[in-house]
């Protein structure tokens, strides 16, 4: 199965944005809500092509075989940005508690060495 981007390089596809005529590598620099109007825009020009199965098989013109892989490649990127959005904030919560963690670590071993004897904290000296 050939993957869709290297489908869409092949075919120079290109999208009807209210921004413009755009390339596939353009689409990752839009905006989350521009993305989905345009995902909302194929959708909806796909969905008019009507369900298929095996007793109605229709040959899709070129034109709808293009539009269904703008659909898909719009979808695809969206999800991308969303898992990589989820992703990034689990790596700051993560982060931030960690820090907490290492903060409550060291105010521990603050507490610890400040009840020593000055001959155990002598005996730490390097």
Same mark, same amino acid.
């Given at each position: ?6 489908k ?28 989905i109007d345009?995902?909302? @825009?194929? =959708?909806? %020009?796909?969905?008019?092509?009507g ?5 109605n098989?229709?040959?899709? /013109?070129? *034109? #709808? ?28 919560d993560?982060?931030? @508690?960690? =820090?907490? %963690?290492?903060d ?12 020593? /004897?000055? *001959? #155990? ?5 390097k």
């Amino acid at each position: 199965m050939t993957n869709i981007f290297e489908k869409a390089a092949r075919e120079k596809l290109r999208f009807e944005t209210a921004k413009g005529t755009l390339s596939v590598e353009s689409l990752w620099g839009l905006k989350k809500e521009d993305l989905i109007d345009l995902e909302d @825009h194929y =959708a909806a %020009i796909v969905e008019a092509y009507g369900k298929q199965n095996r007793r109605n098989r229709v040959d899709r /013109t070129r *034109e #709808q075989e293009l539009n269904e892989l703008r659909s898909t490649i719009v979808t695809h990127i969206i999800d991308t940005k969303e898992a990589e959005a989820t992703a990034a904030a689990n790596a700051a919560d993560i982060k931030r @508690h960690n =820090a907490r %963690i290492m903060d409550l670590i060291l105010q521990k071993q603050q507490d610890q060495l400040a009840g020593l /004897t000055i *001959e #155990q904290l002598e005996a730490l000296l390097k």
